[in-house]
């Protein structure tokens, strides 16, 4: 015994080092908030994009400790000043959100005091904020009350816990896979088509409905497609639409597609992951018909400017969800309880979960809903602004976008691909605003993805300059006159 309880001191002696003492923590607390501040102050004349090579041998996890300042400098180095700076509203390339920094404080109170928000019984307050926020989404989409909802790492996992549920509502399964048929548009976000392999539904059938001119799914095609495969003894059991597609940012007609699923008894999903918010905006007419989905997902990591980390699904059939999601196990039976959808690891393929809820919570509280709304609008005016401006600069434009992304090309005869990404290449060189590139129509086309808080007016003037300037070199370079 006297043995033991020596090792067990011995062990303890080193093991405390986990236990910083108050002194201590205010030393690395000022460091790494001191850090945190003169990087939010340096974004706006940062760069927004940096390439270069990563310094592996920094990163090498090794016996022998770091200072805090010496780990920061590493974390400055590697890291911050590489890449595209997300947090920046420089960045306008994929879609951004920004991170507040009221989100950071609360999932630094998350981590310290350790939450555990998967089950009520655990921690009842914390999952109640969960759930709290959840309401809150329900709200803002008319969803019912009975609907219910969970808070995942962002939208592709939302996305797949949504159609797992469609799955197993209509229960595809076996024999009954390879008949049954998911509609959905071309420009759905990849994530869905990766969700649907994940969940054993890779040999469904894939219809990929017609789009207008605006990306958006052409209903009367979508119901003759339909009705079509019914006739054919097919299953058809979904619809995926978008509202705000990744590319585009266009709307799908909810309601129309809405009717249409009702009337032929499918699931009718909507992604509206980028674009969801905006239905607090004056864009909100767009969004009808949202409300009689039987899923959907939206990420406050993009439309609430949160830092990554937050997706959200809304369910309207809490049965299908429980199917695969609810588990009981012999060491979880102190938490059991009549109550299963109190639990979001009930909802969700986690158990185990950061308390995420509250990186919305606390920034809801402290800051209201109205400067959120207002950020949403301003990125809609912004995204007017640069297109105009794009224009006197003789870019054309894709079609009026319903959000905040939509894409540019400059129009050149003959090898206008080429000249647009030889363009894209300086843009990305120069690196004081990021933009990205996508595919439409197989024209190659810049894109713009308006969504970080920190965008403001003055961001889209520095991206004209950048892009005036790396207009003059691609022509240059391709001898095309100036004037
Ligand atoms: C429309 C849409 N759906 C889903 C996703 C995937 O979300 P996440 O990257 O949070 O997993 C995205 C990402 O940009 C998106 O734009």
């Known amino acids: 015994m006297k043995l033991l309880i020596k090792q067990i001191k011995e062990h303890e002696k080193i093991a405390n080092l986990l236990e910083i003492n108050a002194i201590e923590r205010q030393h690395l607390m000022n460091q790494v908030f001191t850090f945190a501040d003169e990087y939010i102050e340096s974004l706006s004349e940062a760069r927004s994009f940096i390439s270069k090579k990563v310094k592996q041998d920094s990163l090498k996890v090794k016996s022998k400790t770091k200072s805090i300042d010496k780990i920061l400098a590493i974390f400055k180095d590697e890291v911050t000043e590489n890449g595209i700076r997300t947090a920046s509203g420089g960045h306008i390339g994929y879609i951004p959100g920004g991170g507040i920094y009221a989100s950071a404080l609360a999932d630094f109170l998350a981590a310290v005091s350790n ?14 904020i969960e759930n709290e926020v959840i309401n809150w989404i329900k709200d803002i989409f008319s969803f019912p009350k009975s609907a219910i909802g969970n808070l995942a790492s962002g939208g592709s996992i939302s996305n797949l816990i949504a159609l797992t549920a469609a799955r197993d509502k209509h229960k595809i399964k076996n024999e009954k896979i390879p008949k049954s048929v998911v ?25 990929y409905t017609q789009l207008d001119e605006f990306f958006k799914i052409n209903s009367v095609v979508l119901e003759n497609q339909i009705k079509s495969d019914k006739k054919n003894g097919l299953n058809p059991f979904l619809v995926i639409a978008s509202a705000g597609t990744t590319d585009v940012g266009a709307i799908d007609p909810l309601n129309e597609i809405a ?27 767009l969004f009808k018909g949202i409300e009689k989905a039987d899923s959907i997902v939206v990420d406050p990591h993009k439309g609430m400017f949160l830092p990554y980390g937050l997706g959200a699904v809304l369910i309207k059939d809490a049965k299908a969800v429980l199917h695969s999601h609810h588990y009981s196990a012999n ?6 309880t009549d109550d299963l959808l109190k639990s979001p690891a009930n909802i969700s393929p986690e158990l185990t979960k950061h308390f995420r809820g509250l ?19 301003e990125k809609l005016l912004l995204t007017r602004y640069f ?10 434009v894709g079609p009026e976008p319903d959000l905040s992304v939509s894409y540019f090309w400059y129009p050149v005869k003959g090898n206008q691909n080429e000249f647009n990404k030889r363009l ?35 961001t889209i003037d520095k991206a004209l300059t950048m892009i005036e300037k790396s207009l003059k070199k691609t022509k240059k370079e391709f001898k095309i006159n100036s004037d």
Not at 192 to 207: M, P, Q, S, T
């Open 115 to 128: 939450e555990y928000a998967g089950i009520y019984y655990v921690s009842p307050g914390a999952v109640e």
């Open 183 to 207: 509609y959905l548009s071309h420009q759905a976000h990849h994530c869905i088509h990766k969700a649907l392999r994940i969940i054993g539904l890779e040999d469904v059938i894939i219809r």
């Open 259 to 285: 009717e249409i699923s009702k009337k032929h008894k499918l699931w009718f999903h909507v992604d509206a992951a980028y674009g969801g918010f905006f239905i607090l905006t004056s864009k909100k007419d």
């Open 331 to 336: 060491y979880m039976q102190d938490a059991a």
């Open 359 to 377: 990186r919305l919570w606390l920034p809801l509280q402290l800051h209201g809903l109205k400067p959120f709304i207002a950020c949403l609008e």
């Open 387 to 396: 297109r105009e401006k794009l224009k006197t600069l003789g870019f054309n």
């Open 424 to 458: 894209m290449d300086y843009i990305h060189q120069d690196g004081s605003v990021f933009l990205s590139s996508t595919i439409l129509d197989n024209k190659f086309v810049i894109r713009m993805a308006i969504l970080s808080f920190r965008t403001k007016k003055a």
